[in-house]
């Protein structure tokens, strides 16, 4: 479930583009952060569906009951799908927003999952961008728990969720990078004021090469 943001780079040396700025007529701002992360979303779905309600119809066979496998498949595929959509979506607006420009980023697909693209992003900017989609795809599967989800189907996808702030996945790289860009920042800030001149160019060729850095 895990999404990269990857940074585009226009300068020598830096990694080619590798996101498209919105061109859809409904690709711009929230609404359009929306609509394409559900479009994005499409090929993944029927991959979820034919994997949970397959696999709630093989365990039919096997037993003869088919009613509770079938009820618990419609409420990971609802859980599982939603909290995924929610979890780019809140990406997508996340960049966005930070960015103030309402056509950054795109949603992608592969046929089981959906992430986001867009530009290099700094500080705070990195840091809000990354932490969105876990925090939020935690909370759509806390939704469910509270309308009566079942726990054992709900809380293994939340934990899913919340663990993408770990620097094992992408998003927690990103988060890990955004904090290390504002340390950077203040310490080279810090070391301006100190000693001058000095400390700047150390300072700014670290920051460089902290921005220059992508999750895989």
Request: overall charge neutral.
């Amino acid at each position: 479930m895990s999404p990269e943001l990857q940074g585009s780079g226009d300068g020598a040396g830096q990694p080619p583009p590798t996101w498209r700025r919105g061109s859809w007529k409904l690709g711009r701002g929230i609404t359009g952060a929306l609509v394409s992360v559900a479009r994005a979303g499409a090929i993944p779905a029927l991959a979820m569906a034919l994997l949970f309600f397959g696999t709630a119809g093989a365990a039919g066979l096997a037993t003869g009951f088919y009613s509770e496998p079938l009820s618990a498949a419609g409420v990971g595929f609802a859980v599982c799908l939603t909290s995924l959509l929610v979890h780019e979506a809140a990406h997508l607006i996340a960049l966005r927003l930070v960015l103030r420009d309402a056509q950054a980023g795109e949603a992608n697909q592969s046929l089981a999952n959906v992430w986001v693209t867009g530009p290099r992003l700094q500080g705070l900017q990195t840091v809000a961008t990354a932490a969105a989609g876990p925090v939020l795809g935690t909370a759509s599967c806390a939704v469910f728990l509270l309308a009566g989800a079942p726990g054992w189907i709900v809380l293994p996808l939340a934990a899913v969720h919340a663990a993408n702030l770990l620097p094992l996945f992408p998003d927690g790289r990103m988060l890990l990078l955004g904090i290390g860009q504002i340390f950077i920042g203040l310490t080279g800030r810090n070391g301006r004021d100190q000693t001058g001149s000095g400390a700047a160019p150390m300072a700014d060729e670290a920051e460089t090469a902290a921005g220059n850095l992508t999750a895989s």
